[in-house]
């Protein structure tokens, strides 16, 4: 035979695995694990230049960053609270600290957006302390009719001048 | 006297009880907006393509944000009405992505067979093609 047949059932065996490859990514949907990402960014929307010492009753400037890959398109919103160290969320429980603020939005599967916030930092007391920002992303489940904290979180951890 | 408080008990719920249908009858954006999400998520399901759909309802939230509730309002009844002539052709978007989706792989899965049958063939004639011009002579002994 002109054509070897060792080279040919070489031929034949890499044309099976790349066949069966390209039909393996076409037949699986889905676009893997679901997860939803937040970022914190400084007021440029950038990493970096985050405020370390902010006065108390001062407002800060801050960037919020969303990502969905939940496969699906989603209803979010994030809540910004402020509290301690010790009241961070979990990836199951959100903080415990009063919600001050929230922002809701809608994304595709795969969509992201990044938004400006403003947010008002007081602490109520005399001198300066430590505080944590906290900013949590839920999602609403339409299923359950309600929302649903999705386990992500960011904290920036401040210390709060006396103000003036 | 407590006759008089009965009465006073009896006014204040004539009064209160017409209220009630509207106190509960203005809907929540949540309730607008889980409507909405619920057939996007059908719709996303499907296979239709819902990204302007839920780029406006994005708008719409943030405009609820801002205050304009009538503006946000506005958009999502706009898209109810977008959303149900898209459900219509949800289910001919997803047999046609379907056929698409599975010839796709049953072309792919055919190439083995293809090459097994073709290559020697196609490899035959380029063989003879890259020698037609060669000359053979019989060398006489």
Request: aromatic content about 10%; glycine content about 8%; charged content about 20%.
């Amino acid at each position: 035979m002109i054509l070897d047949d060792e080279v040919f059932a070489v031929i034949i065996a890499i044309t099976i695995v790349a066949s069966a490859l390209a039909a393996a990514q076409i037949l699986v949907t889905g676009s893997g694990e679901p997860f939803i990402a937040l970022g914190l960014l400084d007021g440029s929307c950038m990493i970096g230049n985050y405020p370390s010492r902010v006065p108390n009753g001062s407002y800060v400037d801050l960037c919020i960053f969303v990502y969905n890959h939940m496969g699906k398109p989603i209803y979010y919103k994030v809540i910004y609270r402020i509290g301690s160290p010790s009241d961070l969320p979990t990836n199951t429980t959100p903080s415990k600290a009063p919600a001050i603020m929230e922002w809701r939005g809608a994304l595709k599967d795969g969509g992201e957006t990044k938004f400006r916030v403003r947010i008002p930092v007081y602490i109520y007391g005399s001198s300066g302390m430590n505080a944590t920002l906290i900013f949590e992303a839920w999602i609403y489940s339409t299923e359950k009719g309600g929302w649903i904290y999705s386990g992500v979180w960011n904290h920036l951890h401040v210390f709060v001048n006396a103000s003036g | 006297m407590d006759d008089k408080r009965v009465y006073v008990f009896l006014a204040l719920a004539l009064l209160l009880i017409p209220q009630i249908p509207l106190i509960y009858s203005q809907p929540s954006i949540d309730d607008e907006v889980s409507a909405v999400m619920r057939d996007l998520e059908y719709l996303s399901s499907r296979g239709v393509n819902v990204s302007d759909l839920v780029d406006r309802l994005n708008h719409a939230l943030e405009l609820y944000q801002r205050g304009d509730v009538d503006g946000a309002l506005n958009i999502i009844r706009d898209l109810r009405a977008r959303i149900s002539d898209l459900m219509g052709t949800a289910d001919s978007v997803y047999l046609m992505l379907n056929i698409y989706r599975y010839g796709s792989a049953a072309a792919v899965l055919s190439t083995p067979l293809l090459v097994y049958l073709l290559l020697p063939r196609i490899y035959l004639i380029l063989w003879y093609r890259s020698r037609r011009r060669w000359l053979v002579r019989r060398v006489k002994k």
